[in-house]
């Protein structure tokens, strides 16, 4: 199978022999100068959401999603073991449940426009950020709702890096279980 992949600002036209469509290969990659890959967005699908990957940055697109797959490991064409950076570019709202949504993403720094995460209808968060270890600070807005929640169970869990996490805006009233919440978060500090 051939893949495209089309530089917009010099509107030419990378090509490469893919045997497998849901990775573009490390030596294709290898193989293209910085600024052949650097202006060139690969355009994906996540729980039928577009999103697109450049320069280790995931963008997600706004739309609702019911009962999301995480994110590591499932958007095709994506090494998500290499995102660093994840903006979400309009309002993205989740029904049901948010179950290791941000999780194992092994690289993640920064999520960046969390405020828009619309999570009113969310009843679980138990994983959500779980051992993305190079996450350092989540600055969750007053937006973030957790007023139904009833499940953060291993929420941070082995957020190794984290240091920085302002909580007061969260809604625990609900939450039934809220064990190992902040388990192996050696960094967490008041």
């Known amino acids: 199978m051939t893949k495209k992949v089309v530089n917009p600002k ?12 849901d990775a573009v290969s490390a030596d294709y990659l290898n193989n293209k100068s910085n600024s052949e890959i650097d202006n060139s967005a690969i355009k994906s699908e996540w729980n039928n959401l577009e999103v697109s990957y450049n320069n280790h940055v995931l963008t997600i697109h706004s739309g609702t999603v019911t009962n999301p ?20 570019d309009g309002k993205l709202s989740i029904n049901g449940s ?5 999780s194992e993403l092994n690289n993640l720094v920064t999520i960046e426009n969390l405020d828009q995460l619309d999570t009113t ?26 007023s ?13 890096s984290l240091s920085g996490l302002d909580l007061a805006n969260f809604k ?6 809220m064990q190992a919440m902040f388990a192996y978060c050696s960094k967490l500090i008041n």
Do not use: H, P
Request: proline share 0%.
């Open 69 to 88: 797959k995480r994110i590591a490991g499932n958007i095709k064409g994506v090494d998500t073991s290499q995102i660093t950076k994840i903006n979400l």
């Open 148 to 160: 139904i929640v009833t499940n953060m169970s291993n929420m941070f869990y082995d957020c190794q």
């Open 121 to 146: 209808n969310v009843t679980d968060m138990s994983y959500m950020f779980a051992s993305s270890r190079q996450l350092a600070n989540i600055t969750f807005s007053s937006k973030f709702n957790t």
């Open 172 to 177: 625990t009233s609900k939450v039934a279980n």
């Open 10 to 21: 010099s509107n030419s036209t990378l090509a490469s022999t893919k045997t497998n469509n």
């Open 98 to 102: 948010a179950l290791e949504l941000f």
